[in-house]
């Protein structure tokens, strides 16, 4: 048998070659773009989908990431940016949503699934009369966070701060309308405006999140960190803070694992989002 002494030699080479491993990563432009724009995306994920998941409206993330397929096909077939294309067709279906719900044609879950899936049906369309799937295209199905260029970089630096300064301009009137329209409503707020904007603002989150995890995971993104804090049971502001940090952990966590073992960073980002709500949800029990 093994000596401890060897066992735990074993151990500190290990954590000696993982170290200078990050610290090698730590080097590459590649990876630092993943680090920035990893942690853009979760700060506002975190922040505007706690919020959704207030509103109850959780699915609406996969309903307007699978609108948006469709205009990230048009986008690669007409060679324009289609992360550009995918926001118009994401704003556009966002608010269609929300005019089919307050006009009465269709509850929440049937007008997301309407919109759901005439965008990706069109893509579908775009897609098989270009040809088939590119590997961009699938870059945009599943995420490839490791691959995000300067240009990518710089629109998803420029949405993200844009979301969160209008969140943070209107963080008091959006929580009022959250709890309670109504109420909000017979104090002067402007309900609809302020609606209109929240929706544009799940939109352009939803839109760049699709890098990190792809559109088949963004919805998991988008509520997983918020829907963890919640069970820890606390005030509003812990609650938003402590969502903020799990999603910060999760994505950062994944970036690194998926570059040092090779697996897609979009698996392990949700699947680490995943084990956390678990814990959340245990902890939350044990508490109580």
């Given at each position: 048998?093994?000596?401890?002494?060897?066992?735990?030699?074993?151990?500190?080479?290990?954590?000696?070659?993982?170290i200078?491993?990050?610290?090698?990563?730590?080097g590459?432009?590649?990876?630092?773009?993943?680090?920035?724009?990893?942690?853009?995306?979760?700060l506002t994920?975190a922040?505007?989908?706690?919020?959704i998941?207030l509103?109850?409206?959780?699915?609406?993330?996969?309903?307007?990431?699978h609108?948006?397929?469709g205009?990230?096909?048009?986008?690669?077939?007409l060679?324009?940016?289609?992360?550009?294309?995918a926001?118009?067709?994401?704003?556009f279906?966002?608010?269609?949503?929300a005019?089919?719900?307050t006009?009465?044609l269709?509850?929440?879950?049937?007008a997301?699934?309407?919109?759901?899936?005439?965008?990706?049906?069109?893509?579908?369309?775009?897609?098989?009369?270009?040809?088939?799937?590119?590997?961009d295209?699938?870059?945009?199905?599943?995420?490839?966070i490791?691959t995000?260029?300067?240009?990518?970089?710089?629109?998803?630096?420029?949405?993200?701060?844009?979301?969160?300064?209008?969140?943070?301009?209107?963080?008091?009137?959006?929580?009022?309308?959250t709890?309670?329209?109504?109420a909000a409503?017979l104090?002067?707020?402007?309900?609809?405006a302020l609606?209109?904007?929240f929706?544009?603002?799940?939109?352009?989150t939803?839109v760049?999140?699709?890098k990190?995890?792809?559109?088949?995971?963004?919805?998991a993104?988008l509520?997983?960190?918020g829907?963890s804090?919640?069970?820890?049971?606390?005030?509003?502001?812990?609650?938003?803070?402590?969502?903020?940090?799990l999603?910060?952990?999760?994505?950062?966590?994944?970036?690194?694992?998926?570059?040092?073992f090779?697996?897609?960073?979009?698996g392990?980002?949700?699947?680490?989002?995943?084990?956390?709500?678990?814990?959340?949800?245990?902890?939350?029990r044990l508490?109580?």
């Amino acid at each position: 048998m093994p000596s401890m002494s060897t066992s735990a030699k074993g151990l500190s080479g290990m954590s000696d070659f993982f170290i200078e491993e990050i610290i090698r990563l730590l080097g590459y432009q590649f990876f630092q773009y993943a680090l920035l724009g990893g942690a853009l995306v979760a700060l506002t994920c975190a922040v505007v989908g706690l919020l959704i998941v207030l509103r109850k409206e959780s699915m609406i993330g996969d309903s307007v990431a699978h609108t948006a397929f469709g205009g990230i096909a048009i986008g690669i077939l007409l060679g324009v940016e289609p992360i550009l294309t995918a926001l118009v067709f994401a704003v556009f279906s966002v608010l269609l949503i929300a005019y089919m719900r307050t006009r009465g044609l269709a509850h929440s879950d049937a007008a997301m699934a309407v919109m759901l899936a005439a965008g990706f049906s069109l893509g579908l369309i775009v897609v098989s009369a270009a040809g088939g799937f590119t590997v961009d295209l699938f870059s945009y199905l599943f995420g490839s966070i490791l691959t995000i260029d300067t240009t990518e970089l710089v629109i998803t630096a420029i949405l993200a701060i844009f979301s969160l300064a209008i969140m943070g301009i209107f963080y008091k009137e959006l929580l009022s309308i959250t709890f309670d329209e109504q109420a909000a409503r017979l104090n002067g707020i402007p309900v609809t405006a302020l609606s209109i904007a929240f929706n544009v603002l799940v939109a352009v989150t939803i839109v760049i999140s699709i890098k990190v995890v792809g559109i088949i995971l963004v919805a998991a993104l988008l509520v997983l960190p918020g829907l963890s804090a919640l069970q820890l049971d606390q005030s509003f502001r812990k609650t938003l803070l402590a969502s903020i940090f799990l999603a910060l952990l999760t994505t950062t966590l994944g970036i690194f694992i998926s570059a040092l073992f090779d697996v897609a960073a979009s698996g392990i980002i949700v699947f680490t989002a995943v084990g956390v709500f678990l814990l959340a949800v245990a902890y939350g029990r044990l508490g109580r």
